[in-house]
């Protein structure tokens, strides 16, 4: 069953078109990989999913519903988190009030509560202190949880993000980038945390990612977008494969290099 249907969605900017009558969809509890060359429109579409921008036409449906109908926070609310390939995260806080901020859609802050049920309004913020926590513990951040982000390595800060997108309990997870600049050890840990969104958590995982060796490793399904069109969708085997997908994305240079990984 779909929980993300993407249908013949088109944007354009300045008269350029970035997507074009694009359409996929994502199953539930499956993890799809998003590639394309630079500039192919990859963070664009997650763009579209997010409601940052809004395409010119189409239609993308979560659980059923037009995302379009609805405002960024709105989406967060809908169950759909997301990291950056350019970090988003708020460098002068702590990582742990990174990840309390991260669970703003979870907290029922409402008049009622804080006027009427202070009791209720303290165990909540004790359970996201605790989630906050064990989320901490399992991404191995405990050492830092009172460092300022800023102050901390990029392969940590990479996992602070990916971390805030976490505690927010989604139906799906869109990565952009989420290996870009870490080095090989860094690449294969956050590849393991990657396989647990499925196995252990059951959370949907929309990929956008150029380590092919990291995609092959955990994709079930694969799109292929260039000009922000759709050229190819199948395996990782059947896309590793796929002579436009060589000639498009990767180089007929990296063909046996791909086939490798």
């Known amino acids: 069953m779909s929980l993300l249907e993407i249908n013949n969605i088109s944007i354009s900017f300045v008269g350029l078109k970035a997507i074009d009558s694009l359409s996929f969809s994502v199953d539930e509890g499956s993890t799809v990989g998003l590639i394309g060359p630079n500039g192919a429109g990859k963070t664009t579409v997650f763009n579209c ?17 037009d995302l379009l109908a609805f405002k960024p926070h709105e989406v967060i609310e809908k169950g759909i988190a997301r990291t950056f390939q350019n970090m988003e995260l708020f460098r002068s806080m702590t990582v742990q009030d990174n990840l309390l901020v991260g669970q703003h859609s979870r907290v029922n802050t409402g008049f009622f509560i804080n006027a009427f049920s202070l009791r209720k309004k303290k165990i909540n913020e004790s359970q996201i202190k605790d989630k906050a926590a064990a989320v901490m513990d399992r991404f191995g951040l405990t050492p830092y949880a009172n460092s300022r982000v800023i102050s901390l390595p990029y392969g940590i800060q990479k996992k602070v993000e990916f971390a805030r997108a976490l505690v927010s309990e989604p139906k799906l997870i869109l990565l952009d980038e989420p290996a870009a600049g870490m080095n090989p050890n860094e690449t294969e840990e956050i590849t393991e945390l990657i396989k647990q969104l499925r196995s252990v958590d059951g959370i949907t995982v929309l990929l956008v990612e150029h380590d092919m060796k990291l995609v092959r490793s955990i994709c079930d399904e694969i799109n ?30 990296e063909e046996n290099e791909y086939a490798r990984a």
Do not use: C, M, W
């Open 49 to 65: 999913i997010a409601r940052y921008f809004k395409p010119d036409q189409g239609q993308i449906l979560f659980r059923g519903e």
């Open 224 to 253: 292929v977008i260039d000009f922000g069109r759709k050229i190819a969708h199948g395996t990782p085997e059947e896309i590793s494969r796929n002579p436009q997908v060589i000639e498009a994305y990767l180089g007929r240079q």
